[in-house]
C-alpha cells in the first residue's frame, strides 16, 4: 500500500453522535491529488478490494454492506458501477430500492430490508436503502412525525443486529449542492441517450432540496454508531467521489481482515491421478 | 360475551419486567371450571375469533403474532390446531420453525424470522420463534454467551419495531412439570401411531430440564414488555389451556379493534342488472 496517500479517509467519517452541517460541507474536492493520480490509486484500490472480497467470500463467515444515499442525480448508479464493477459478480449483489411494491408495503418497513442483506461471504450494496424511511417518508409526509421519528431508533437496533451477527456496514453520502444537480439533470435533458434518467418529479424533489438537508443532517447525527459510520462524500468531481468510496471499502474489508479456511485435507497427502 | 367468565386470563400475564418462577407456577389448572363448561365457553371464543379475524383481513392494515414456546410434548401442535383452525385459513398463517437451513444460517437469526412475519390484515403463528435463539442455543452452547446474552435485546428491539409498525404480539409459554412430560413421551412410545412424533434427541432435552426452566425464566423477566406480553399457561388440562389461549387471543384482537373498510361507493345509488 502506498504510504503516501494522498488524503485522510477518516476526514470524511461522521463522528458518532456528532451532527454535520452540510451547507458548510465541500461538495466538491479541493485538494491537490489530480484526476490521473486518482486513477493510478483506483485501480490500486481495487486490487486490494478484489483480494479481500475472495478471502471474505473463502471465509463464508461474515459479510459487508454497504449504503449509498444521495440526492437524485448526485451519481449513485455510477459511483457504483465504477467501484464495485471490478469485483467478482458472484460474490456482490447490488439492491436498488425503489418504491415498495404492494406486498412489501404489506410489511413493515424493514422487511424487504431484512431480505436483501447479504449472506455469509458475500457483500450487499443498497442503491437507495432503509434510510429513505427517515427521508423522502419525511420530508413529503408520506408518513407523521410521530411514525417516522421513531425510525432512527428501529434503524440503529436494526444495524446493530447486523454488526453483532457478522455483518460489517458502511454507508456514504453522495454529496453535492444545488447547483451541481441543475447541471446534471440539464444533462439529461439535453442527451437522448440520458431521457430514461430523467423523471419529472425529480424537480419537486429538487425543490425540496433544503427539507432534505435537514433530513440527511439527522440521519448523520442519529445513526452514525461506530460499527455502522456515514462518510460524506464531496462528489462533484466524480475521480475523487470513486476513489474516496473505494479506498474506505478496502480499508472495511481490511479491517475485517477475513481468513481463507484451514484446509481440511493434507494437500501433500493426496494424488490426483 | 358472558359476564361470568369463570377466571382472568390477565392472572397468566407475565408483568413487564418481573420474572416468574416456574417451579412456583402450577402446570395444571385447579379451579372449578369444569371440561364441559370450558368447551362452551371455547365455542364461544372461537366465534368471537372468528368474527375479530375477518375483520382484521377486511380492514388489512395490522396484524397479529401469535408465539408458542414449551418444552417437548408439552402441546403445542395440538394447541395450535384447537385454537386456530376454526379461522379462515386464508388469514392465517402457522409457521413452524426446525432447525435452520443453510440459507437461513448464511443469514442473522432473525432473517427467517422476518421473512415470516405476518403481512397487514393476517394473523400469523409461530411454532416455535425467535426464542430459540435463547433457549436451546444458550442451554446446548450452540453460540457462546458473548453471542446470546446480546439477543435478548435484540429481540425486543425487533418486537418494538413490529409492533411499532402495526403487529400485536401475545406470546404463550405452555407450562407442564417434568413429569407430564415423561407420560406424553411415554405415550408417543406406546403408540405406534405416534411414533412419528418421538424423537429419541427429545431425551437429551428432558435431561436437561432445569436449564431449560432457567432459560425460560430469564426470557420472560427479560422480553415481557407491554406490547408483545408473554402468558405462562398451565398446561395440563388441554381443555384449560386451549380455553385460555383462545381467549387471550380474542381479547388481544378485541383490543385492536379492527374496522371494516368504510364503502367508496354508495351502496343506494348502485343498481345490479
Chains 1, 2 share one sequence.
Not at 14 to 39: E, M, N
Not at 88 to 98: E, I, L, P, R, Y
Request: glycine share 4%; with cysteine; hydrophobic share 35%.
Amino acid at each position: 500500500m502506498p504510504n503516501d496517500f494522498p488524503f485522510n479517509p477518516d476526514d470524511y467519517r461522521v463522528r458518532p453522535g456528532k451532527g454535520v452541517k452540510l451547507a458548510d460541507t465541500p461538495s466538491r474536492y479541493g485538494g491537490t491529488l489530480d484526476k490521473d493520480h486518482a486513477h493510478t490509486l483506483l485501480a490500486f484500490e481495487h486490487q486490494r478490494m478484489n483480494d479481500l472480497q475472495e478471502r471474505l467470500y473463502a471465509e463464508g463467515k461474515r459479510s459487508l454492506l454497504v449504503v449509498f444515499q444521495a440526492m437524485d442525480a448526485a451519481g449513485k448508479d455510477s459511483t457504483v458501477r465504477k467501484v464495485f464493477a471490478p469485483l467478482n459478480a458472484a460474490g456482490v449483489q447490488v439492491m436498488s430500492f425503489k418504491a415498495p411494491t404492494s406486498q412489501e408495503l404489506a410489511h413493515d418497513y424493514l422487511w424487504r430490508v431484512h431480505k436483501r442483506c447479504p449472506s455469509r461471504g458475500h457483500i450487499s450494496v443498497f442503491n437507495r436503502s432503509h434510510y429513505e424511511e427517515v427521508l423522502i417518508v419525511r420530508v413529503k409526509g408520506f408518513q407523521p412525525k410521530a411514525v417516522w421519528k421513531r425510525r432512527y431508533e428501529h434503524i440503529n437496533c436494526f444495524e446493530q443486529l447486523l454488526a453483532d451477527e457478522g455483518t460489517a456496514i458502511v454507508k456514504f453520502y453522495l454529496h453535492i449542492s444545488k447547483g451541481y444537480q441543475k447541471e446534471r439533470l440539464q444533462r439529461r435533458l439535453d442527451r437522448p441517450d440520458k431521457h430514461w434518467k430523467f423523471n419529472p418529479d425529480d424537480l419537486t424533489e429538487r425543490a425540496r432540496w433544503d427539507d432534505y438537508m435537514h433530513a440527511f443532517e439527522d440521519v448523520f447525527e442519529k445513526c452514525s454508531p461506530k460499527h455502522a459510520p456515514w462518510y460524506v462524500v464531496p462528489a462533484e468531481r466524480r475521480w475523487f467521489r470513486d476513489l474516496l468510496v473505494a479506498r474506505v471499502v478496502a480499508d472495511t474489508l481490511a479491517t475485517m481482515d477475513p481468513q481463507l479456511p484451514e484446509p481440511t485435507f493434507d494437500p501433500a497427502t493426496i494424488t490426483i491421478d
